[in-house]
């Protein structure tokens, strides 16, 4: 294959498409085959929409989604008000923002497998919630019943469905809370007296229906045959899957939750009630024009694309290009006062892309490093390839820094055109970030300090291309992401999006730094240059009565990627007040306050967090009892072991290998990480060394796990019988009342008293223990507002000379959080 290189070396303005449809921000052209064309071309002909609510990302029903967009070719969308940042995480250590932004990518991920769009509310999933009023106190109900009104506005669907009900059977208070956000935002949407700031830039809008889709979870069955009923498990030829298929695949991508699927074939029933709007007679879209018909002055419309897809070729999908191209002209000529004009725009869209996929035109802006700074230069690769036509031709490209330039290449049929061109980054450049983070907010609710993005899944590229190209005397012009593409020799071909970032970013080692009164800690923090040629100043800003001492505070890093550590000595103040520190990085001239946590997962691309480089310094009044060496068994993923590092304690985790032959003796507490019995089935081969570990005076405590169907116990944990429920306190400031106020774990070495339990963040304990064995001794108990008590929370049973440990309460929270009364209460359970 011929490949042509040319340099372009330009400046000025960007030249951009008049609009961008969300498909072209993918990495790629011509990635469907002739099916999945031939399947977009028939969508062509529905102007029907659907908007899906409910609470988390998995909260979806994505074999109906499924079904929508590939059966019935409606445009369909899923608004997850939350990005699910309270859940727990099966495949690693995040929590809050961090698993936030892995299961938002995930929920991206599936969205590519069913073919849906994805919305987000502002709302910040807080942790598990009994009822839909402690959901409202936390978000703020106006705030979100106005981005829900805001992405009915600008989505426009035919019909909403609301995957809960408004009556509670959906079990979590977000779930509540979502359907009734749903039920008042139908009326809402409508309401030009409702949020009317909104309506500078959208209009009013009255979906015909409001549905809820009725489920049977377990012993929890709302569906009824006097319900509407629809068969999701159709076979679909052209994509040679059916819609249940398709749903596994896509539900499988929620793997922080493991919601791994198995495919499921056959025929699927789902079932709808009626909640609002005009009466049905047997479908979803009954007396709702989802045709040409609704756009005036589109009559010959259908027939255009009738023409297109009988004339189709599957071997030579280019051939349909004329006739796509003048398909184009008269969606063009449509008028754009009409009030179904927003049709219009989303098929010009869509009429693009299958221009761009018959054509066979392949368009990339590759960056040779994934990242660069305000005012530094990238250098670029454009690829531009037509494989299924001639005498297309680039006309002009144009970058975010520079002026658009005449091209005028003509492209030789499947062949190969790379061009190079050195680009610029403005010196105002904003951050790469998550939006939503960008921002310090409040427990309930993220800030979107631009209201154009509220709804939006993720933040827009750091920096973008344009291409115009003309095809039949026609333009057509598209946008590209700048990306960096890399080879992995396992992985194969791999993207991620160019990041923008400061020039030098500075991490603390840890979140939070664990002192006892009055003695110093030496603590350590990583300078990273993200540009070449970095001298600077390492400073630094803390609470008063805290001293720090910074050995080494000048640096220069003359590569970029290089990295400067920084020794301290951090000396808390004799009482107990805690503190916080700030730190930050002086160089020329400029100061740099920001840290960088990345996440990097197979499943969904590179993703990072900056924020500022801020410490929370603990000062707790901590006795240990003697104790220092803990095994620590790893489970799904927590920062438990870390935490109790920090407090000085020497933590060794604990391989198959040496639960197989290795000294457990040597070990004053042994301690599973959360969800170990669900993960690691080789627990069971070692629980008679485990308990006779326990039996020879030893200590063994167990953090939570879980007994359902996503996580099921795959070992026996204990000496004695006792089963997890699904008991759970989620108020974080409940009472806590002693059971046991003479238990040894109660008063050594820290008596512990009701302040212990002040400050704790999320909820209190999760998946508490049950029907015990007379042997176990339940210490605490506590209850949510209105609730019976429960006793499982922390149970203790004597075996032999040592001490086996059940525990619900969520250490793995509150000791990364750096809660002292957590630290105190856990140093007695390791001192038992």
Known sequence: MKKYFCTFFLAAALYLCTCIDSASANNSSAYGNSSEILQDLNRLNVLGSVLYIAAHPDDENTRLISYLVGERKVRTAYLSLTRGDGGQNLIGKEQGEMLGLIRTHELLEARKIDGAEQFFTRANDFGYSKSPDETFGFWNKDSILSDVVWIIRKFKPDVIIMRFPTTGEGGHGHHTASAILAVEAFDAAADPNMFPEQLMYVSTWKAKRLFWNTFNFGTNNTTSPDQLQIDCGVFNPLLGRSYGEISAMSRSMHKSQGFGSALYRGSQLEYFKLIKGEPYTNDLFDGIDISWSRVSGSEDVKASVDKIISSFDVYSPGSSVPLLLQLDKKLLSLDIDDPASYWRQKKINEVKDLILECAGIWLEADVSDYSAVPGGSIGLTLEVICRNLEGVRLKRIAFSGSADTTADLLLEKNTSYKLSHAEKIDKIAEYTNPYWL?????????????????????????SIVGFSLEIEGSIISVIKPVVYKSTDPVKGEIYRPLEILPRVTINPEEKVYIFT????KKVRFRVKANAPGISGTVESKITPGWKINIKNP?????????EYIVDAEITPPENAVSGMLELSVLAAGERFTK????????????????????VKLV????????????????GAGDDVAASLVQAGYNVTFLSDE??????????DAVVSGVRAYNTNERLQVHYTRLMDYVNKGGNLIVQYNTNNRIGPIVAKMGPYNFNISRERVTNENAEVRFLKPEHRVLNEPNKITAADFEGWVQERGIYFASELDPKFEAVLSMSDPGEETKDGSLVIAKYGKGHFVYTGLVFFRELPAGVPGAYRLFANLLAL
């Not at 009164?517 to 110093?520: A, C, E, K, Q």
């Not at 840290?595 to 801020?614: C, G, K, M, N």
């Not at 000062?619 to 790893?634: A, E, F, S």
């Open 438 to 462: 960008n921002s310090k907010h409040s427990p309930g609710l993220y800030t979107a300090d631009d209201r154009m993005m509220i709804g939006s899944p993720e933040s827009n590229p750091g």
């Open 517 to 520: 009164p009055g003695s110093p």
């Open 554 to 562: 000048s640096f220069s890093i003359n590569e970029k990627s290089g």
């Open 595 to 614: 840290s960088i946590r990345r996440i990097e997962y197979d499943h969904i691309p590179h993703r990072f967090v900056l924020s500022d480089a801020e």
């Open 619 to 634: 000062n707790v009044d901590l006795n240990t009892g003697g104790v220092k060496r803990i095994g620590y068994i790893p």
């Open 658 to 667: 040496y639960l197989t032959s290795g000294d457990l003796t040597k070990f």
